[in-house]
Each structure stands twice: as structure tokens, then as C-alpha cells.
Nanobody, 116 residues
Framework: QVQLVESGGGLVQPGGSLTLSCAASGFTFRLYASRWYRQPPGKERELVATISSAGSSTVYADSVKGRFIISRDNAKNTVYLQMNSLKPEDTAVYYC?????????WGQGTRVTVSA
């Protein structure tokens, strides 16, 4: 079965950094683009970043541009989200998605809390 498992979330202070990982299995990971979404408490889910299948192209939401970096290691079937200069408004559950099928395949999410 297609599986995506996020990890790396936790509590971090404003201005700090955190890197999320998404481990993929059950499909040919290297053939599909990947995305990170997030859902802040009480707010809509939003697209954070997209990376092409080979990792050669990336797109970021304006809210994270210049602070976050999406990357992937196809040999490890893993996509990453490096988050720098974190702000309280970055607090959310972060979800990894593989751009496959009608609605994509989603992980269970990992919670990031940015607070002093």
C-alpha cells in the first residue's frame, strides 16, 4: 500500500529551525512530485511547497518563501521540509502528499508548535 509517514515535528521557539521528514513506501517515489501542506489550528489547509519528481524544481507559498526549503532524496524515498526563522503563525499540523491519483496520497501529519 502507498504510505507516507511524517516525522520531525515538535515544539520550537520563534526564530528557531526544524526539519520535517516524510518517508514514502508502496510506490515508485522517484516518479512523482511531492508537496507539503499545513493546517494551522482553526484555519484552512494550505499548500506550503511543491517539489518535482527529480527535485529540480520547487515552488513555495509566499508565506514561507525565503524561510523554508523543500528537498528530496529519491534514493531514500524521503522528502524533507527544512523550516528556518520560524514564526508563531507557522504553528500547524504539517502533511506530506505525493501527487498521485485523483487526490494524492497523504501522510498522517506531524504537529509543529512555534512558541516561546
Amino acid at each position: 500500500q502507498v504510505q507516507l509517514v511524517e516525522s520531525g515535528g515538535g515544539l520550537v521557539q520563534p526564530g528557531g529551525s526544524l526539519t520535517l521528514s516524510c518517508a514514502a513506501s508502496g510506490f515508485t517515489f522517484r516518479l512523482y512530485a511531492s508537496r507539503w501542506y499545513r493546517q494551522p489550528p482553526g484555519k484552512e489547509r494550505e499548500l506550503v511547497a511543491t517539489i518535482s519528481s527529480a527535485g529540480s524544481s520547487t515552488v513555495y507559498a509566499d508565506s514561507v518563501k525565503g524561510r523554508f526549503i523543500i528537498s528530496r532524496d529519491n534514493a531514500k524515498n524521503t522528502v524533507y521540509l527544512q523550516m528556518n526563522s520560524l514564526k508563531p503563525e507557522d504553528t500547524a499540523v504539517y502533511y506530506c502528499m505525493a501527487v498521485i491519483g485523483l487526490n494524492g496520497s497523504w501522510g498522517q501529519g506531524t504537529r509543529v508548535t512555534v512558541s516561546a
